[in-house]
């Protein structure tokens, strides 16, 4: 059933009471315009629903007068802000025409949830069950999702960085590997010339040169053997650096699901140990109770140990967790 509440965008008495001529319109636009007020009027009146309706009268009317006109336009037949007409637009845009749950909820969290900033993952949230439709956990959704977005952006930087380095490295490799060959390609080149200005029946080649060339051609072997690695290298750690983007945002996800859960449970189990305590009979209450109501005592008892128990034992998982992890860090940091 849909929650009946009354559109209040605006408080008009508050404002001095404008006018808008609508004598400088041409007649087709003034009976097109003047034709939209009255709808508007109307469906102010009206139920949350409506602002659907509302955001896109106002929309057809902005596109027909332009942003001057439409201030006046507006201040004159509602006294509404642009920040109000505006909520309105952004329901009609992102909702209208659509058959969506989020259309039976308070304007102010609708309104919210038409912000450009919210996305459609969000609203799905909403929708299915699982964000609770009121300010404060689309809000903390709102800011987890962007806390995890900057997550991701960092990860997929200093992986960036990291592949630029490789390629760096390997560039350089490259270049080193091209000037050996130069220096051999002009080692041949002397030795050719020195060879065939002698006049021997037989080639002969300086031991000295020949041992030069060799040696350089095992560091451009080496050189090569050093490049293919980086590369090698570079391939691993960007497929590594895509892997982690991805996990890193599943477990972004899966962790805003969990806290939210967590936060719902929490919140209505407190607010119903809280009606109890209030409500809780006293000593001469007791004197009336039956034997189910003894029974039900019992039962509180028994839960009430459990979540305690529940609750210590959480709270001793994580405390051994981070003094292991502590330990951990401070043997790496210890000098061997």
Known sequence: M?????????????????????ATLDGETRA????????????????????????????????RLGHGHFMAWLQAEFGMSYHTALNCIRVAERFGGKVRT?????SKVLYLLAQPSTSETIIQQVE????????????????????????AEQERRTASLWQEELEAMRARAQQEQTDLQKQIDTLHTAMKQRV?????????????????????????TTLTQQRDALSKQAEVLGAQAREAAIHQDEEATRGRHMRLQWRTNAEEALQAISRLLIQWPTPL?????????????????????????????????????????NEREHDACTPK
């Open 102 to 106: 989020v259309l039976t909820l308070p």
């Open 196 to 220: 065939e200005a002698q006049i021997q029946t037989k080639e002969v080649v300086p031991p000295a040169i020949q041992a030069q060339v060799e040696a350089l051609q095992q560091k451009v």
């Open 285 to 325: 209450d007791a004197y009336h109770f039956e034997e189910g109501d003894w029974s039900k005592l019992a039962q509180i008892e028994e839960q009430m140990e459990r979540l305690q128990q529940a609750s210590l034992q959480l709270r001793q998982t994580v405390e051994r967790t981070v003094i292991a992890q």
């Open 32 to 63: 097109f315009v003047q034709q939209k007020a009255e709808e508007t009027h109307t469906y102010l009146k009206r139920t949350a629903e409506d602002i659907v309706q509302v955001g896109q009268n106002l929309l057809a009317v902005k596109q």
């Open 128 to 151: 299915n069950g699982v964000l609770p439709p009121n300010l404060e956990a689309i809000r903390a959704a709102r800011e987890a999702e962007r806390l995890a977005k900057a997550e």
């Open 2 to 22: 849909m929650q009946e509440e009354t559109l209040d965008l605006w408080q008009a008495q508050d404002q001095p009471q404008a006018t808008f001529d609508y």
